[in-house]
Each structure stands twice: as C-alpha cells, then as structure tokens.
C-alpha cells in the first residue's frame, strides 16, 4: 500500500524556480517518486539547464528556462510543454522574490516586482496550463497544482520585506479560490507555507553562523527545514496519498508559527 499511495509513476510535472532551493527539492522528490518527467524553468538559462543535468540523475528532466515575471515567457513555456505532451499532471509554482528596504525608503518598484512574480504570475500560468492540467482527469484521477506560500503569509514579522508577506498572503488566498473553481475539473489546488529553509533568499541569515544558531534556538524543532522536508509533503499533495485533499494550507515550519 505504501508504495502505492506515494507513487508519482508515470506523472508528468512542471516546477518553477526549480532550479536551486525548495523547486530543486521538488522536482528530485518528484523523480525520485518514479515521476515519467520533470520540466524545471529558472529565469537564467545556464543555472537551469545545469540543475536538470544534475537532477536527471533520479530520471527525465528538461530545462525550459523563462522568465515567468514576463507574460509571453508564460505562453511560450505553455507553448514548449504542450508541444511535447497532450496533459499535465502536476504544477508547482515555486517561482518567487522578496525585497527589503526600510519603511520610508521602500519603493514601488519593489513592491511591485514582488506582487507580480509572487502572485500575478502563478495565476496566469495556472490559468494558461489548465487545458492540459484538465485533460485526461477523473474523480479517481486529478491533477495536482501545489502553490509555494510562506509562514510570512500568516504571521506578522516583515524585517523589511513589506511587500513579501502580503504577496504570500495572496497566494494562500488564491490556492483558496482555485481549489473551489477548479475542483470540477478534477484539479486539485494546495499550499505549502514553508519557515525556514536553506536557498538563496536566506543565505545571509545561513551564512551567519551566530545569526543562523539564534533562529535555530527559537525554532520548537531546534532545526531549519531540509530537502526531505518538502519533498515528502509535495510528493503527498501530488500522489494518490493527497487524492482527497484540496484547498489547504500547510505550514511546515519546525512550529515557527506557534
């Protein structure tokens, strides 16, 4: 039963931003489930193609990097992956920045950059990607769209980042509103809403050894997330385990959030 119910045989899956952090996590988790094939994009094309290098190791990869801040990139990754299959089982919509500056001092431009790749884009690319989301689905056969949140959705510590919380608060919103509309097409729509993980937003928290101990102390769990730690609540939401479950938040956070 076990093997069954966390199997991804035979899925096909996209992931953004799957190029380093939670997204490669994802996508090796997804492979290393018996996934059929992997698509990754990353804004910068060598980092892409060299993490699906590196990720095929575990199974079928393909790079398609894009710039998924840009609307016609959208199209086009939608375009290349209707190209080479007729459906979609599984989205991850990992892709995401913040911006830090001082209250008086934050720009609109910061806020705006946030807004629109933490939140616009993911819409957009669920919206574009839902023929071949849909197609070939049944009650016993969904799809699954995962949308990467954060605890700074839920709790209020913005440390600068104004436009970051908000934008992750959307997001849980968002996978709210797209579960009930998309559940009749037997898609299902969830959110992983991590704390602490190792990837490049946070290196300069990681990096600081003193820094990177304090949090690690106020954390109930006394650690920062790892890569087991997404996968294997991903590789639930995308496997028969998560079959009946749409529309949640789920905060994987050592109990950051408590």
């Given at each position: 039963?076990?093997?069954?119910?966390?199997?991804?045989?035979?899925?096909?899956?996209?992931?953004?931003?799957?190029?380093?952090?939670?997204?490669?996590?994802?996508?090796?988790?997804?492979?290393?489930?018996?996934?059929?094939?992997?698509?990754?994009?990353?804004?910068?094309?060598?980092?892409?193609?060299?993490?699906?290098?590196?990720?095929?190791?575990?199974?079928?990869?393909?790079?398609?990097?894009?710039?998924?801040?840009?609307?016609?990139?959208?199209?086009?990754?939608?375009?290349?992956?209707?190209?080479?299959?007729?459906?979609?089982?599984?989205?991850?919509?990992?892709?995401?920045?913040?911006?830090?500056?001082?209250?008086?001092?934050?720009?609109?431009?910061?806020?705006?950059?946030?807004?629109?790749?933490?939140?616009?884009?993911?819409?957009?690319?669920?919206?574009?990607?839902?023929?071949?989301?849909?197609?070939?689905?049944?009650?016993?056969?969904?799809?699954?769209?995962?949308?990467?949140?954060?605890?700074?959705?839920?709790?209020?510590?913005?440390?600068?980042?104004?436009?970051?919380?908000?934008?992750?608060?959307?997001?849980?919103?968002?996978?709210?509103?797209?579960a009930h509309d998309l559940a009749e097409h037997h898609i299902r729509v969830n959110a992983i809403a991590p704390g602490r993980f190792f990837s490049k937003m946070?290196?300069?928290?990681?990096?600081?050894?003193?820094?990177?101990?304090?949090?690690?102390?106020?954390?109930?769990?006394?650690?920062?997330?790892?890569?087991?730690?997404?996968?294997?609540?991903?590789?639930?939401?995308?496997?028969?385990?998560?079959?009946?479950?749409?529309?949640?938040?789920?905060?994987?956070?050592?109990?950051?959030?408590?």
């Amino acid at each position: 039963m076990l093997e069954r119910l966390f199997s991804m045989q035979g899925k096909i899956c996209l992931v953004t931003g799957g190029s380093r952090g939670l997204g490669f996590s994802l996508a090796q988790g997804f492979l290393e489930a018996g996934a059929a094939r992997v698509y990754i994009t990353a804004r910068k094309p060598e980092p892409c193609e060299q993490a699906a290098r590196e990720l095929s190791r575990y199974g079928e990869c393909i790079a398609l990097p894009g710039d998924m801040s840009d609307m016609s990139s959208i199209q086009a990754l939608v375009d290349t992956v209707a190209e080479q299959c007729d459906q979609l089982d599984v989205l991850v919509n990992n892709a995401g920045t913040a911006w830090g500056a001082p209250f008086g001092q934050f720009p609109e431009s910061g806020w705006d950059k946030v807004m629109d790749l933490n939140v616009r884009s993911p819409f957009f690319l669920t919206q574009a990607l839902h023929a071949l989301l849909k197609q070939g689905k049944s009650p016993e056969n969904t799809a699954s769209v995962v949308n990467i949140g954060s605890i700074a959705g839920i709790v209020g510590d913005p440390i600068g980042a104004y436009s970051y919380g908000p934008s992750k608060a959307a997001m849980h919103q968002m996978t709210r509103n797209l579960a009930h509309d998309l559940a009749e097409h037997h898609i299902r729509v969830n959110a992983i809403a991590p704390g602490r993980f190792f990837s490049k937003m946070t290196e300069s928290v990681s990096q600081d050894q003193a820094t990177y101990e304090a949090e690690c102390a106020e954390i109930p769990l006394h650690r920062w997330g790892t890569a087991d730690d997404i996968a294997g609540l991903g590789i639930m939401l995308c496997s028969r385990a998560g079959a009946y479950v749409t529309g949640q938040i789920f905060v994987v956070d050592g109990g950051s959030s408590l």
